[in-house]
């Protein structure tokens, strides 16, 4: 069924959308609020690809609360299958439903009759978003599918393609209303071409110094400006080196919680050191932080040249 005018046209701007974003906490660049509205009002999946910690999973969630519906979340792992991302038969309420009919003494040969009908299905995640009756259509985040088997991702081409499941005692279930669909993935392996071509595509980058001191703004308004634009400034310095797990932003945030935890109102190399396992969380990754030289870097984060004050506003 396809959507009214309202549904499909969820936000009215892509500044709309920016600022509805923002105030949920979430700092979103242009492009991303472009891709957004587009996906909101084309009603197509959008399928978001970067590295862990930039705050993927994040803009589902988001979006769920700012359209104000329910968030319906698929986690991909490898061996997920239709029975855990679709459906499965309840063999309990079945089971029961025979014990009923049995003890009203239904005619023998009708019994079991209506026993895989939509009422004794256990719905997973895809079958719960296209039969969701909410007012609004519910977001539905498909979340690191580079995670699960090719296999599964053909599958989940065939249901994107039209929004409907063919379930073979039943027949065809469409969608009440078109969900709002993001896919995520980490690109530990490309996906499948066919796939990406079914949605709007956006990476996801590491932000820039004045997004980053934004974001950390507003997910911890108790960081001073100063310590924000030095915590941001290391985080960049860090990521322009080949780290095994380079930091993302929700190490930023954990960071400087640590540090503000800590009493720590100037960035030193003391205080790095003690706080690293919050930055970096494989060993390998400290030794070459220590190789690299803890107090250069420390030193450099430092040094005058970015000014965290105009970085305080978003970038327009
Ligand atoms: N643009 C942003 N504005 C506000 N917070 C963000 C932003 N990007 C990331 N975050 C925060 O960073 C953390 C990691 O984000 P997450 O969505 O889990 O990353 P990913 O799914 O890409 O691994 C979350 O706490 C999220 O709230
Ligand atoms: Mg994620």
Known sequence: MKGNREESRPFGSISDIEARFAAEGYIADRMLATTLFL????????????????????????????????????????????????????????????????????????????????????????????????PRPPVLLIDEIDRSDEEFEAFLLEVLSDFQITIPEIGTLRAHHTPFIVLTSNRTREVHDALKRRCLYHWIDYPSFAREVAILRVRLPEVELRLAGQVCRFMELLRGHDFYKRPGIAETIDWARALLALGVAELNTAAVDETLGCILKYRGDSEKLYQLGLPALVETALMPGHDPAAAAKPPA
């Open 39 to 134: 996906s909101a009002s084309l009603g197509k999946p959008l399928f978001l690809e970067g590295e862990p910690g930039v705050g993927k999973t994040e803009i589902a969630k988001v979006m769920a609360r700012a359209l104000d519906t329910e968030l319906i979340r698929l986690q991909c792992y490898e061996g997920l299958d239709s029975n855990a991302a679709l459906y499965e038969w309840n063999y309990t309420r079945q089971l029961l439903e025979l014990r009923l009919q049995e003890a009203r003494g239904v005619d023998r040969a009708h019994i079991g009759d209506n026993l895989f009908a939509e009422e004794f299905l256990l719905q997973r995640p895809l079958l719960k978003a296209l039969r969701s009756e909410g």
